[in-house]
């Protein structure tokens, strides 16, 4: 059974909405709602968040399409639990005041993030997962199968490491493109991101993972210790970095994709040691 949906699509937001029925059920059960904050992304028409706010203390239903705004407003007009946001997700701030029916409390993040702008809108999240109990959301299945990737495979990359630092990932239900509408070329799958401890203690020592994991994917091609070396965030003295890598067990000719998580956050943990300069830089 597919849901009537009368807004035209924007090709330049990636809009595709899931129009099947039983499938919006089902995303709506995998979301795992209790009386919780949800922040839904993508909210559309407001078909996904009716079955939402069934279950949860409050739904901020984000959308960043002044026509869908205007439709989800009219929707849930007389429903309080509800409240319509016209923002864009890709500077989603949850300490924002836009938010404050948090009161203070961890949010859970669902929704069917567009795909042009999915990795933009996620790693906004990542920076913000103190504030985040659990994100639920439908990704391309290209992205999802980089989310959930491991090292020596085509898809593991900075997308890879930097969320997988921050949170374990699951894939919970693949979509075929016919449950959408428009119907996209590719499946989608719902995933499940739930945030672990943070591996550093301040956020200026994840900013500078951050910078060293993007420096180290920067050339694929090239080893790791010739990424770093020419990456401008870093120093360019060969030999010290030489020795990092082999303090860990890594060869000078391995390259990124070889590398583990769990390896980039000790290499950074010790970098920091021996050079804590690296934390007052602003790096890129």
């Not at 639990?81 to 500077?91: F, K, Q, R």
């Not at 996209?184 to 203690?201: E, G, M």
């Not at 091609?221 to 070396?229: A, E, I, Q």
């Amino acid at each position: 059974m597919t849901a009537t949906i009368t807004l035209e699509p924007k090709k330049s937001l990636g809009q595709v909405f899931l129009s099947d029925r039983n499938l919006l059920e089902k995303v709506a059960k995998l979301a795992e709602v209790r009386d919780e904050v949800v922040v839904e992304i993508g909210a559309g028409d407001g078909r996904l968040t009716g079955l939402l706010a069934r279950d949860a203390r409050l739904v901020y239903a984000v959308e960043v399409d002044g026509g869908l705004f205007g439709r989800l407003k009219e929707r849930f007009n007389r429903i309080p639990n509800v409240i319509p946001l016209w923002m864009n997700a890709t500077e989603l701030d949850l300490s924002d005041e836009s938010f404050a029916g948090t009161l203070g409390k961890k949010v859970k993040i669902v929704g069917n993030l567009p795909y042009c702008s999915f990795v933009r809108i996620l790693l906004t999240l990542m920076n913000q997962m103190e504030r985040i109990e659990d994100i639920r959301v439908m990704a391309q299945r290209e992205i999802a199968e980089r989310l959930t990737a491991v090292p020596n495979t085509s898809q593991y990359g900075r997308l890879s490491v930097t969320v997988q630092a921050r949170a374990s990932v699951r894939r919970l239900l693949t979509l075929p493109p016919q449950a959408f509408w428009p119907k996209p070329k590719v499946h989608s799958v719902v995933v499940a991101i739930t945030p672990k401890q943070l591996p550093f203690a301040s956020k200026k020592q994840l900013d500078t993972f951050d910078a060293f994991v993007t420096a180290a994917f920067a050339h694929r091609r090239k080893t790791l210790l010739n990424s770093l070396v020419g990456s401008t965030a870093w120093r360019d003295d060969r030999k010290p970095t030489e020795q990092l890598l082999a303090e860990f067990g890594l060869p000078a000719t391995c390259r990124a994709q070889e590398v583990s998580v769990s390896s980039y956050v000790n290499l950074v943990s010790r970098l920091t040691q021996i050079e804590p300069t690296l934390l007052d830089k602003d790096v890129p």
